[in-house]
């Protein structure tokens, strides 16, 4: 079945020990969306990739980066993570990336900091 | 700033009955998403309306969009234990491509 997925589903690191979080897409969909989850708030948009572009929100810290090597895979790179990077990041895929696409997204990496 | 707000923020009903939820948001939107959220997954996506519609069916969900008070509700009927989990609506930002996600419904459905 055509899918996201996110590897792995779980990770834990040390307060500024870098860390790289994977997403893998089988849809062949354009555009890829980092959004990162704080528990019980809303998702909150990173960046995305529309093909190889890539597009930063405004307000995404700058110890955040992302790599997208090929259509498939896209990573989420934390340079330094702090206690306050601890939250569920989810990666979501969409096919042209125009303001009425579904986004479907995997299940998700939940990062703990210790 | 947040686009959407959802109300309530936590539901708890028995299987059989409806769970109505609703979202504001602020300015002017293209369309409406609704997701669902199970505990400690990913957000699955239960139905997108666009600004020009006013109501859409999918199974038992039933959403309404009213674009004058820029609001949408989302309906469940007959609930089932298994409609255990958040709900978000989602709208379009004006630059584009970003959606903008409320904070969410907790929805408990117990048997």
């Known amino acids: 079945d055509a899918m996201v997925i996110q590897n792995p589903r779980y990770q834990v690191t040390q307060f500024g020990k870098p860390v790289t979080l994977s997403c893998s897409q089988t849809?062949?969909?354009?555009?890829m969306y980092w959004y990162q989850q704080k528990s019980s708030q809303a998702p909150k948009l990173l960046f995305h990739y529309y093909d190889k572009d890539f597009n930063n929100e405004a307000d995404t810290p700058d110890n955040f980066q992302s790599r997208r090597p090929n259509t498939s895979f896209c990573f989420l790179d934390i340079r330094s993570p702090g206690l306050g990077d601890a939250a569920m990041y989810l990666c979501a895929t969409s096919p042209v990336g125009a303001p009425t696409d579904t986004q479907y997204f995997g299940p998700g990496t939940r990062l703990t900091v210790l | 700033s947040q686009q959407g707000e959802e109300d309530p923020q936590a539901l708890s009903i028995q299987e059989g009955e409806n769970a109505t939820m609703n979202c504001s948001y602020k300015?002017?939107?293209?369309?409406l998403q609704w997701y669902r959220q199970n505990s400690g997954r990913g957000l699955v996506h239960l139905i997108l309306?666009?600004?020009?519609?006013r109501e859409k069916h999918s199974g038992r969900l039933r959403v309404t969009l009213d674009t004058s008070k820029k609001s949408s509700s989302l309906l469940i009927t007959a609930s089932r234990a298994a409609d255990t989990a958040s709900y978000f609506c989602?709208?379009?930002?004006?630059?584009?491509?970003?959606?903008?996600f409320g904070k969410g419904t907790t929805l408990s459905v117990s048997s």
């Open positions: 309306i666009r600004s020009n519609e």
């Open positions: 989602a709208t379009d930002a004006w630059a584009g491509t970003a959606l903008i």
């Open positions: 849809l062949n969909h354009n555009v």
């Open positions: 300015t002017s939107i293209n369309n």
